[in-house]
Structure formats: C-alpha cells, structure tokens
C-alpha cells in the first residue's frame, strides 16, 4: 500500500547506499526480481524492472541476479534474455518450474541449453544451484544439479 513512487525513491537510495558500502570491501550489490505467484506484491519481479532499479540507482557496483524459478514464471524466454542482457547477469540461480525442485526431466527448464547460453556470453562465475529437492537424498539431488549444468 505504498505509492510507486516513494517506493522507487527509497529503493534508489537503500540499492545505492548498498552498492556504496559493499563496494568498499569487495562485494557486488545484486538486485533479484521475485515472482508475484509465490511472494505477491513483490516490488521487483521482472529482469526489465530489476535492470531499471539499477539504472535509476546509477551506481557501478550493482548487477542482477538472474534467478530461473522466478524469471520463468514472470517471463519466460530465459535463453533470450540472458544473451540480450548478459552484460548486467552477474550471478544466477537454478530452480525447476513447476515446483522449484530439482532442475530434472521433470521440469519445464532445459538447463543444459541454458547454461550453454550462459557459457557463450563468457560468463566466469559460478551457478548457484537454489531448488527445494523432492528427494530423501538431498546430496544426490544437488550433484545431479550439478552434473545438468556443467556443460
């Protein structure tokens, strides 16, 4: 229940008093666009708005978080996405749809594509693997993740 407006203003300000102050020891400030499904009324749920709260905040030391659950649920076309906006992806994490579960056969997400994107846009970091497992063996669940991605 509050305006658009003074909200953009006080992201501006927390994002770039952020960015400022982890700046100063080496840390990126990272902005995450949270889907409206599982977390309604999320102020920031789309790449293009978390890409313009970054703009508006003007300051170098902010990039985005790209998060595939939440991102497929908003957008979809993340493959598009990530080679379009890739300069200003600075981390991301997995999760299968539906569910956000293990990012299997199960789900509607083709990880191996997508992190072949990624790998072609020269992305040196890591993936986060962020996903509820299903499964009782957890371990097995977060290295088949990780055999998925590494592409």
């Given at each position: 229940?509050?305006?658009?407006?003074?909200?953009?203003?006080?992201?501006?300000?927390?994002?770039?008093?952020?960015?400022?102050?982890?700046?100063?020891?080496?840390?990126?400030?990272?902005?995450?666009?949270?889907?409206?499904?599982?977390?309604?009324?999320?102020?920031?749920?789309?790449?293009?708005?978390?890409?313009?709260?970054?703009?508006?905040?003007?300051?170098?030391?902010?990039?985005?978080?790209?998060?595939?659950?939440?991102?497929?649920?908003?957008?979809?076309?993340?493959?598009?996405?990530?080679?379009?906006?890739?300069?200003?992806?600075?981390?991301?994490?997995?999760?299968?749809?539906?569910?956000?579960?293990?990012?299997?056969?199960?789900?509607?997400?083709?990880?191996?594509?997508?992190?072949?994107?990624?790998?072609?846009?020269?992305y040196k970091g890591h993936v986060g693997q962020e996903f509820i497992p299903k499964r009782k063996d957890k371990l097995s669940s977060l290295e088949q993740g990780v055999r998925i991605c590494d592409v």
């Amino acid at each position: 229940d509050v305006d658009p407006e003074k909200a953009r203003e006080t992201l501006k300000a927390n994002m770039y008093h952020a960015a400022e102050e982890l700046g100063k020891v080496g840390v990126v400030a990272l902005v995450e666009a949270i889907n409206t499904r599982d977390q309604p009324g999320f102020f920031i749920n789309t790449t293009k708005q978390s890409l313009q709260a970054i703009d508006d905040a003007d300051h170098p030391n902010l990039a985005v978080l790209y998060d595939f659950y939440h991102m497929q649920i908003m957008e979809g076309d993340v493959i598009r996405t990530i080679r379009d906006n890739h300069k200003y992806l600075y981390h991301y994490h997995t999760g299968g749809n539906p569910g956000r579960n293990e990012i299997d056969e199960t789900q509607e997400l083709n990880y191996a594509a997508i992190m072949r994107a990624i790998l072609a846009t020269g992305y040196k970091g890591h993936v986060g693997q962020e996903f509820i497992p299903k499964r009782k063996d957890k371990l097995s669940s977060l290295e088949q993740g990780v055999r998925i991605c590494d592409v």
